[in-house]
């Protein structure tokens, strides 16, 4: 699939699970990126009706506890790399459709982009994903959720995650 071209309106339509209210915003595509992980950015209009209502979305999913995904444990070697190109070693220890929690020794900062490498079982090869760090624990790991990856990613990640779910 092949990003929007730059210079295009877009309507944003922010759903979450069990919860009916849908929050909708228009935006201007002002950057893309190609392969071999093509996605675009976008500036969406600073309606305040729109920020409204994706801060009370958001505060309602997080008062539900519902993530979305349902998270399965794992444990898969995997490996970190920073903006500065440093390397971590850790493990998932749970996974889902969204995203992992990883036990590694060295925390990236919450709110960083990195880039994480791990071999999905069911593909046996190894994957590398742009992932965002939402969440630190201290001394026990990071939770990130995956913003990037092709088809061909979301497709063997979603098949794990079956085999997991049993």
């Not at 493990?91 to 459709?97: C, K, P």
């Not at 071999?119 to 760090?133: D, G, S, Y």
């Amino acid at each position: 699939m092949r990003p929007p071209r730059t210079g295009l309106v877009i309507g944003l339509q922010l759903y979450f699970p069990n919860v009916r209210d849908v929050v909708r915003s228009i935006g201007l595509v002002s950057e893309t990126t190609a392969d071999p992980n093509p996605g675009f950015w976008a500036e969406f209009s600073d309606d305040k009706r729109s920020a409204d209502g994706i801060a009370a979305l958001l505060a309602r999913h997080r008062e539900m506890g519902d993530r979305g995904c349902p998270r399965f444990h794992t444990r898969l070697r995997a490996m970190i790399r920073n903006g500065e190109g440093r390397n971590f070693d850790g493990y998932i220890t749970n996974i889902s459709r969204s995203g992992a929690f990883l036990k590694v020794d060295s925390l990236p900062p919450a709110g960083s982009v990195v880039d994480l490498d791990f071999t999905i079982p069911v593909a046996r090869a190894r994957e590398t994903v742009l992932a965002f760090v939402v969440h630190v624990a201290e001394r026990r790991g990071v939770g990130v959720q995956f913003i990037g990856g092709s088809d061909e990613f979301r497709s063997r990640l979603d098949e794990y995650v079956a085999l997991l779910a049993g």
